[in-house]
């Protein structure tokens, strides 16, 4: 379901990279858009409805996913890519959704909170991609064909940068100009 991608990211970090950005920063906010006004009426009473909550959430999967041990089992085993790239979907789903969850003209706070999450993961998640692509050596073992180890380490860290920074960005901008665009009640 993910293309050449699981094949190509057993040998190389910035395909290996390029799903996980597909994952969480693509097809998770498009999933949540989708499922907001679905899930909406049922998150207003749990915890995890906080998205500040669920960004903590997704910061442990996906700096927990980068430990030495889980990222080559992601690497080398079928079984722990599919559970890496779940675990990623479901951390992403849950922040994208609660972020984007909330009638706003009621919930103005939450919407707030949802912009703060998605600037908190958006700096996780910058912090993360820059240790990528800017090491002077290579943080994992990988078996690139045609390149070496650390300039594709370094395109992998440039398109967490580039692909998480604008979703994050986005997503913070347009809950944004939701909330400006309410007028308060009185």
């Known amino acids: ?107 103005r706070g939450h919407a707030g909170a949802g912009v703060v999450a998605l600037l908190f993961t958006s700096m996780h998640m910058t912090l993360l991609g820059a240790l990528f692509a800017l090491s002077n050596r290579p943080l994992f073992q990988h078996t690139v064909e045609r390149t070496n180890v650390l300039s594709d380490q370094h395109l992998g860290g440039a398109v967490m940068l580039i692909v998480g920074g604008v979703s994050y960005l986005i997503g913070g901008l347009w809950l944004t100009m939701r909330m400006l665009r309410v007028t308060p009640q009185v």
């Open 1 to 107: 379901w993910l293309g050449p991608l699981p094949r190509l990211a057993q040998h190389s970090f910035a395909a290996h990279m390029t799903m996980h950005m597909g994952v969480v920063a693509v097809a998770a906010p498009l999933l949540a858009i989708a499922l907001t006004g679905f899930l909406r009426p049922r998150l207003r009473m749990t915890w995890l409805a906080a998205p500040i909550a669920a960004s903590m959430i997704e910061l442990i999967v996906v700096w927990g996913w980068h430990a030495p041990l889980l990222h080559q089992a992601a690497r080398h085993h079928g079984w722990a890519l599919a559970l890496e790239q779940g675990s990623f979907l479901l951390a992403g789903l849950l922040l994208w959704v609660t972020s984007f969850g909330g009638d706003v003209q009621r919930e």
